[in-house]
């Protein structure tokens, strides 16, 4: 059996492995020292900086931080109604409030 009896095909990436693809594809977002404090103090612990720009591109759709304040009050206020239950869903939050924070920043 030789090399040519191999087939080589793309491999699959894993879900976190593609988001952290797509924030370094989006590396063009500038993250100033004041955005990058403002995540920081917006979840109460340090941050990589690669997280944080990962949650501005998931969210770069949304270009109004009146309507981003307005998603992230939607889901504390399910979060709240779960009982503070929900992994996925506090992370989808502290995604939003680093979004808020360094929008609200510039």
């Known amino acids: ?11 699959k990436l894993s879900p976190d492995f593609e988001q952290a693809l797509v924030g370094i594809k989006a590396g063009s977002v500038e993250l100033s020292r004041e955005a990058f404090d403002a995540a920081e103090e917006a979840l109460g612990r340090e941050l990589d900086r690669d ?40 992370e989808e939050i502290d995604k939003l409030r680093m979004v808020v924070a360094v929008r609200s920043s510039k």
């Open 1 to 11: 059996m030789g090399l040519d009896d191999y087939v080589i095909s793309e491999p």
């Open 51 to 90: 997280e944080v720009r990962n949650a501005l591109a998931e969210y770069d759709d949304y270009k109004d931080v009146k309507a981003l304040r307005k998603l992230l009050k939607g889901k504390e206020k399910e979060f709240d109604g779960k009982g503070g239950r929900g992994v996925a869903l506090a």
